[in-house]
C-alpha cells in the first residue's frame, strides 16, 4: 500500500467513519467521560493507544484464531492489554495513573475497539491495521473532546479549566442528560456538513445498544 | 459440527486463555510489590503534608469508622517528643461511592486539614470535594461547626452547588472520624491514668 491510502485510511477514523459522529459506536463512555476537555483527551489517549495496540495483535494472529472463537479471543486480547497497561501504570507511573486509572479500566467493553478487531484488524494485514487503529483512536479523541468543549463551556463556564463566562452554568450540561444532548446535536452537525459540502448520506440511523 | 471441531476449538481457545493468563500473572508478580510499596509511600507523603511540623509520624490504633469495613488507622504527630496532632483515615458516603479520606486535628480535635485519598462521585459535580477552597473551608473548624449549608458561610461547610450529598458525604465522614478518635484517645488515656501517676513524666527533651 503506498502513503497516500494509508493517510486515507488514517482519515477515514476521523471524518468518514468517526467512532463516535459516524458509526455511533461506544456511546456510553463518551456520555460518561466528557464532562470536560481534559476528561476526554485522557480518555481518548487511552483508547488510541489500546485501540492501536489490539488491531496489531488481533493482525498478527488472525490465522492462528478459530474463526468459530474468535470474539472471545479478541475479548481476551483486550481484556489482557488493558490489564496489562493498568497494572504496569499503577506501579510505575503513579501521577498518571491517579488521571487515567479510571478510564483505562473502563476500555475493556468499549464496542468500537472489538468492532475494529472484529472488521478490519482480522482481515488485513499489519500495518494498516495499526494505522486504522489509531486513525479510529485519534478520531475517537477528536470527538470526545470536542463534546467535552461544549459541555464544559456550558456547563462550568470554563474551557480546560480556565474560568471563562461569568455567568451562572448550565449545571444540566455536566449531567448525563447534557450529554445526550450535546451528541445528539454533535452527530446532526456532522451530518448536516457531510450532506451540504461533500454529497454524503449521513450516518445511518439507530446505531446499537453496546457500549 | 463434528466431535473432531469441537476438540480443535477448545484447544485453539485455551492456548489463547493459557498465553493470557501467563501474560498476566508474570505482570501481576512483577509490578504488585513495586505498587504495594509506592501506595506505602504515597500514604507517608500525604501523612506528612497533613502535619507538616512533625517530625515523627507514628501508628498508634485501631478505630472502626464503618460497620463491615477494614478499620481504619489512627496516627500521632510527634514534635520533640511532644503530640502536636492526630491524624484519623475517614470515610463518607457520598453521591455513589464511598469517599475515602485522612484527617488531621490538633490535639485540642480542631481540624488541620483533610485530604481526599479516592472517591467515585460523578465527575463534574461531586467530584468538585477535591477542590482546594472546598477542603480548605474545614481548616480550623471543630466538631460542632461541621454542619453542611447551601449559603455562603464562615463558621459552618458550603455545600458545593449541585453536589450537596457529595459534600455532607465527606463533612459526616469527617465529623465522625473525629469523634471516635477523640472516644478512643479518652478510653485510651483513662487506662493509662495509673501507670503515668507511678513514673513521673521525663523532662522536656527540646533544646
Not at chain 1, 57 to 64: A, K, Q, W
Not at chain 1, 80 to 99: P, Q
Not at chain 1, 138 to 164: D, Q, Y
Not at chain 2, 173 to 180: N, R
Request: charged fraction near 20%; include cysteine.
Amino acid at each position: 500500500m503506498e502513503i497516500k491510502q494509508y493517510w486515507r485510511l488514517f482519515k477515514n477514523g476521523i471524518f468518514g467513519e468517526n467512532p463516535v459522529f459516524r458509526l455511533a459506536l461506544s456511546l456510553c463512555p463518551a456520555v460518561a467521560v466528557t464532562t470536560s476537555v481534559r476528561n476526554g483527551f485522557l480518555m481518548g489517549i487511552a483508547v488510541t493507544f489500546v485501540m492501536t495496540m489490539v488491531n496489531i495483535t488481533v493482525s498478527i494472529f488472525r490465522n492462528l484464531i478459530n474463526p468459530k472463537v474468535r470474539i472471545p479471543a479478541y475479548i481476551l486480547i483486550i481484556a489482557t492489554y488493558t490489564s496489562v497497561i493498568d497494572m504496569t501504570m499503577a506501579a510505575y507511573s503513579r501521577a498518571a495513573y491517579k488521571e487515567m486509572g479510571l478510564y483505562i479500566q473502563l476500555i475493556v467493553v468499549f464496542a468500537i475497539i472489538i468492532s475494529r478487531a472484529e472488521l478490519f484488524a482480522s482481515r488485513n494485514k499489519l500495518l494498516p491495521s495499526a494505522v486504522d487503529g489509531f486513525g479510529m483512536g485519534v478520531g475517537f479523541m477528536v470527538a470526545l473532546m470536542l463534546i467535552g468543549a461544549v459541555r464544559e463551556l456550558l456547563g462550568k463556564g470554563s474551557l480546560l479549566g480556565i474560568p471563562l463566562v461569568g455567568a451562572r452554568p448550565m449545571l444540566i450540561m455536566v449531567l448525563p442528560t447534557g450529554g445526550f444532548f450535546v451528541i445528539g446535536l454533535l452527530m446532526g452537525t456532522f451530518n448536516w456538513i457531510e450532506k451540504r459540502f461533500f454529497g454524503g448520506t449521513g450516518a445511518a440511523p439507530g446505531g446499537h445498544g453496546m457500549h | 459440527m463434528n466431535p473432531k471441531d469441537i476438540l480443535k476449538i477448545t484447544i485453539n481457545l485455551t492456548i489463547v486463555c493459557v498465553l493470557a493468563g501467563i501474560i498476566l500473572a508474570s505482570t501481576y508478580a512483577k509490578t504488585e510489590p513495586v505498587k504495594v510499596r509506592a501506595e506505602e509511600r504515597e500514604k507517608q507523603l500525604a501523612l506528612k503534608s497533613l502535619l507538616p511540623e512533625a517530625d515523627k509520624i507514628s501508628e498508634i490504633g485501631k478505630v472502626q469508622l464503618i460497620e463491615g469495613k477494614p478499620e481504619g488507622d489512627i496516627y500521632a504527630g510527634d514534635k520533640s517528643g511532644q503530640t502536636i496532632g492526630y491524624v484519623t483515615d475517614a470515610i463518607g458516603k457520598g453521591y455513589s461511592s464511598f469517599i475515602k479520606m485522612l484527617v488531621a486535628v490538633d490535639p485540642q480535635y480542631r481540624i488541620k486539614a483533610i485530604d481526599i485519598l479516592s472517591h467515585g462521585e460523578t465527575p463534574g459535580l461531586g467530584d468538585g470535594i477535591t477542590e482546594r477552597w472546598f477542603q480548605d473551608q474545614f481548616k480550623g473548624k471543630t466538631v460542632d461547626q461541621l454542619e453542611v449549608v447551601k449559603v455562603e458561610t464562615k463558621d459552618k461547610i458550603q455545600a458545593l452547588s449541585g453536589a450537596t450529598i457529595s459534600s455532607r458525604g465527606v463533612t459526616n465522614g469527617v465529623k465522625d472520624a473525629i469523634i471516635k478518635l477523640e472516644g478512643k484517645l479518652k478510653e485510651e488515656s483513662t487506662k493509662a491514668q495509673g501507670v503515668t501517676e507511678k513514673s513521673p513524666e521525663n523532662p522536656g527533651t527540646s533544646r
